[in-house]
């Protein structure tokens, strides 16, 4: 009794997370109404092993172990991404990995891990599309990044009529693109 009455105030405790919506992207990128997850993080290569990586690993495990489509935005791969959500946050630091589901903001590492325990994660994200078992993008290998094809990841390009390099706009700081095929 008393475990279900520490489950029951842990879920009402997450509902008011259920409430706060962002509108970070634009419509033709983002429909809240589109059974979506937006999952902000930094790749583990890039991080200290310290035990906040390892509650933030686990946290991702949480979300990716329901085989979803998810629009991961890793922040090592392309800046833009981390000042994105430090202006839906309105904050200057943002702690990895944030986690938006139908463009409504969820939570960090914390929420998500007590959501997956009490089994309100699995409520949420039930009609949610899912993936099959052992998909992975013949483009990206799952990375969701692709050099560019306009400089090939150079970054620089030869203005013919000028007669000097500039620099690639159609790719991020790393030379690359979203994939084409697994990204929207």
């Known amino acids: 009794m008393a475990e279900m009455r520490k489950n029951n105030a842990k879920s009402s405790s997450l509902s008011g997370f259920l409430n706060r919506s962002f509108t970070m992207f634009a419509p033709s990128t983002f429909d809240s109404n589109h059974p979506k997850v937006h999952f902000f993080h930094k790749n583990q290569q890039s991080q200290n092993r310290a035990a906040s990586a390892s509650k933030s690993h686990d946290s991702i495990d949480s979300v ?3 085989r979803l489509w998810i629009d991961e935005r890793d922040i090592s791969m392309d800046a833009a991404y981390k000042k994105e959500l430090q202006s839906v946050l309105k904050v200057r630091k943002v702690t990895l990995p944030q986690v938006f589901i139908k463009g409504k903001y969820i939570g960090g590492a914390d929420v998500i891990k007590s959501m997956f325990e009490i089994g309100e994660l699995a409520r949420i994200l039930d009609d949610f599309p899912r993936r099959q078992p052992g ?3 013949n483009s990206c290998g799952d990375v969701r990044f692709a050099p560019c094809g306009n400089c090939n990841g150079s970054r ?12 690639c706009f159609e790719c991020n700081e790393n030379g690359l693109i979203r994939c084409p095929y697994c990204c929207d």
């Not at 620089?156 to 620099?167: A, I, S, Y």
């Open 135 to 137: 998909f992975v993008c």
């Open 156 to 167: 620089k390009l030869f203005d013919d009529d000028e007669g000097f390099v500039k620099r």
């Open 64 to 66: 990716k172990g329901f």
